[in-house]
Nanobody, 123 residues
Framework: QVQLVESGGGLVQAGGSLRLSCAAS????????MSWFRQAPGKERELVAA???????YYADSMKGRFTISRDNAKNSVYLQMNSLKPEDTAVYYC?????????????????WGQGTQVTVSS
């Protein structure tokens, strides 16, 4: 069992930066693929970035070069550094965990979810 708790969301102006954190419980944190999803009002939940236990990464096209996912297994934490934020990045951001690298973009394949943290980017 893994419990995930996000933090770090807030209000930022366009062009600014935020760093989201996700703290995980459970001693098996290091084996999971950790991902960040986001969901804007009226839109489907979409994968932002994913990071495997071996260090493989995936980024959605619109986030490449702006967002960076990282993890600290000693702290049971995963992070999302978001730079050059745009108003269209406004959404609730969720941390999620799954056991393998397959079908990363399918939210239904994930075993554990955090409660989400709101990110609002003003123009």
């Amino acid at each position: 069992q893994v419990q995930l708790v996000e933090s770090g969301g807030g209000l930022v102006q366009a062009g600014g930066s935020l760093r989201l954190s996700c703290a995980a419980s459970g001693r098996t944190f290091s084996i999971y693929v950790m991902s960040w999803f986001r969901q804007a009002p009226g839109k489907e939940r979409e994968l932002v970035a994913a990071l495997s236990s071996a260090g493989s990464t995936y980024y959605a096209d619109s986030m490449k070069g702006r967002f960076t996912i990282s993890r600290d297994n000693a702290k049971n934490s995963v992070y999302l550094q978001m730079n050059s934020l745009k108003p269209e990045d406004t959404a609730v951001y969720y941390c999620a965990a799954k056991g393998d690298w397959r079908r990363l973009t399918n939210s239904q394949q994930y075993d554990y979810w955090g409660q989400g943290t709101q990110v609002t980017v003003s123009s």
